[in-house]
């Protein structure tokens, strides 16, 4: 059936796919709450500090946890929009064979997992200065320095705050809620083809398509 379809048409199938996924997870993570109201994405405390996120709390300090982790998921609704051309650009690299291999397998979330794994790295690097960006016009830094000034005098947890790479983990964070959310509407695209009204992706992605 890969052979009926084309390779061509497979390909540019898979990326139309990929496309249309990334525009509709930009569109729910990029805007205010995408991320924060969102259990599945919300980043919250680093998991090293998680435990002692209750410690904290008790002495009195709850609204600073709060309003750090509100900063990072401001950050990460504000770049979001930024990943598109990053994402974008990705994807045109893919070759036959990675389409054939994602368009073959039972996987619904293959097209994304394979942006996941074969690009992160890059798409950190590109990616990580727009969410830095982002970070500075929410007072992300500036927030976490309060919090760890006010917990100075709680045993153990002044410490671990100041070992946390708060770039480094709101990126990947944010990174994660964008795959996962992508990851979503690659399935959804896949499961309901003709509901994209787009007849690439219904030849491409319909039952009959998988039909050997």
Known sequence: MFENLGADKVIAGIKEALAVAIS?????TGKTD?????????????????????????AGF??????????????AEES??????????????????????????TDKQAATSYLNRNCSEQLTTSFAPKVTEAMSRNQ???????????????????????????????V????????????EQEARIREDPAGTSSQLLHSVFSRQAFKE
């Open 34 to 58: 995408g991320f924060l109201a969102n259990e599945l994405i919300k980043i919250g405390m680093p998991a090293q500090v998680r435990p002692f996120t209750d410690s904290m709390r008790a």
């Open 80 to 105: 979001a929009p930024l990943a598109r051309d990053v994402f974008v650009t990705t994807i045109r690299n893919m070759t036959v064979e990675d389409a054939e291999k994602i368009w073959r397998g």
């Open 172 to 183: 990947q964070q944010a990174l994660e809620g964008l795959f996962k959310v992508m990851g």
């Open 140 to 170: 992300v830094t500036k927030v976490f320095c309060d919090l760890v000034d006010k917990v100075e005098g709680i045993p153990l947890v002044a410490g671990i705050l100041k070992g946390v790479d708060l770039e480094s983990y709101t």
């Open 24 to 28: 509709e997870a930009i569109e729910i």
């Open 62 to 75: 709850g609204g600073l946890v709060d309003e750090f982790e509100l900063s990072m998921n401001r950050a």
